[in-house]
């Protein structure tokens, strides 16, 4: 009786987001363009959420547009009322309570919104309802462009409305936050990574942002709240995108190597029912050959080449457990691949109690030199820190442990 309507959804959180507010009945509506007034006039529906491509297309044959959606001229939220088809924007409401939650002040502030889609005139709506004194709309053609938009060197706030950073098309980005001198804040749409590069950029230079996770679940609850006519907390978007995070979020394991990444990686992935992915194996399976023979035949620059191609791969999945090699903190590019999904923990086991066989930095260097000289970058890495001097189930739990603390700590 609820769904969400589109043509292709091959993957939604749109189900797992309205079940948990409560609405058990929420599925997919698949349909075909051809197909599309005939679903619509049917009314076999009591509400919907609409997506791409319909998010226009739908307009023609609604009885009511509520203003915000008419402000848009696009629809995503559809309920039937006494026979009356009327449409909706959540997606408004749902930016709204990103910027809200984020505490980015937009009041007075000069803003440039990058792209000019249908996600671009939800976001320049908010931004001028909230007080935003200017609001630049970029665009490939446009009059502010990706050759000019420097000159705008007091822009104030970002927000990202492109494709340009989501999967598959990680770890690009459009704009160099760095070269404006006044930004205090930048958002971004996309919710897949859970942290776009434009984000971390701003994230390292020390500037306010906010991911497009928290507007999912909030515009949800606003359709939610819709379809209902019913008020739902604030809180309960928390608990969802909490929830959300930890399912799609990697756990991304650093140490030494011989300090137990890939056995206890095997056991996290277990206990969490996610996948387990071990960056070496990847590379060793790439150029068919076995690490100490690349090292040999190769050098370590070659390997850590190969080694950076497996992090970003590996760093762009979901739901994962990443186990990496020793040496990959000695590579400063290694580290917003593994961030952007994931939580990265360093196993910290004592140097004496490190293997050596069939690890051929340790073997030249000595491993006690290696520790020492590494320790500095495992910290700089890692979000939590854990002892891996135990078994490896008790590695396991203390890391789970964490994991949990360390998600509660970031709400």
């Known amino acids: 009786m609820y769904g969400l309507l589109g043509e292709h959804l091959p993957h939604s959180f749109s189900p797992q987001i309205h079940k948990s507010l409560g609405n058990k009945d929420y599925t ?50 559809v309920v039937v009322r006494d026979g009356r088809l009327c449409g909706y924007n959540t997606d408004y409401f749902g930016f709204k309570y990103m910027i809200e939650k984020s505490g980015i002040v937009l009041k007075d502030k000069k803003a440039l919104v990058l792209g000019s889609g249908g996600a671009s005139a939800t976001v320049q709506a ?31 706030i970002i927000v990202n409305t492109t494709p340009v950073g989501m999967y598959p098309d990680n770890m690009n980005t459009v704009v160099d936050v760095s070269r404006f001198d006044n930004l ?80 206890v990686g095997e056991k996290l992935s277990e206990i969490l029912k ?66 952007q999904n994931g939580i990265i923990v360093f196993i910290n086991r004592e140097w004496d109690k490190l293997p050596i066989k069939g690890r051929p930095l340790s073997v030249l260097h000595g491993v006690k030199e290696l520790y020492e000289q590494r320790m500095p970058m495992y910290r700089q890495f890692a979000d939590i820190e854990v002892d891996g001097n135990g078994t490896v189930e008790e590695t396991a739990k203390i890391i789970v442990k964490e994991i949990l603390n360390y998600e509660n700590s970031c709400n």
């Open 28 to 77: 997919l509506f698949e349909i075909s363009p051809e197909n599309l007034e005939k679903f619509l006039k049917e009314k076999s529906y009591k509400g919907i959420n609409v997506t791409i491509p319909y998010k226009k297309a739908v307009i023609p044959f609604l009885d009511f547009i509520s203003p915000e959606a008419e402000k848009i001229s696009a629809i995503n939220t």
């Open 274 to 339: 996610k996948d387990f992915i071990d960056t070496d194996e990847m590379i060793v399976n790439a150029e068919n050959k076995p690490i100490p023979r690349i090292f040999e035949e190769c050098g370590e620059k070659y390997f850590r080449t190969c080694e950076n191609v497996a992090v970003n791969l590996a760093g762009r999945e979901k739901n994962s457990v990443i186990a990496t090699g020793g040496g990959v903190v000695t590579r400063l590019e290694n580290y917003m691949p593994l961030k």
């Open 184 to 263: 205090s804040g930048v958002l971004d749409v996309v919710y897949n990574p859970l942290k776009t590069r434009l984000v971390m950029e701003a994230e390292k230079i020390g500037i306010k942002t906010a991911t497009g996770l928290s507007m999912l679940v909030a515009q949800a609850k606003k359709a939610h709240e819709i379809f209902f006519d019913t008020v739902v907390d604030d809180e309960v978007c928390d608990q969802i995108e909490k929830s959300i995070r930890l399912q799609m979020c990697n756990i991304v394991l650093i140490g030494m190597a011989g300090c137990g990444k890939s056995t």
């Open 126 to 156: 908010v931004l001028r309802d909230m007080g935003a004194s200017d609001v630049i709309v970029v665009s490939r053609n446009g009059e502010f462009n990706y050759t000019n938009i420097y000159n705008e060197k007091d822009v104030e």
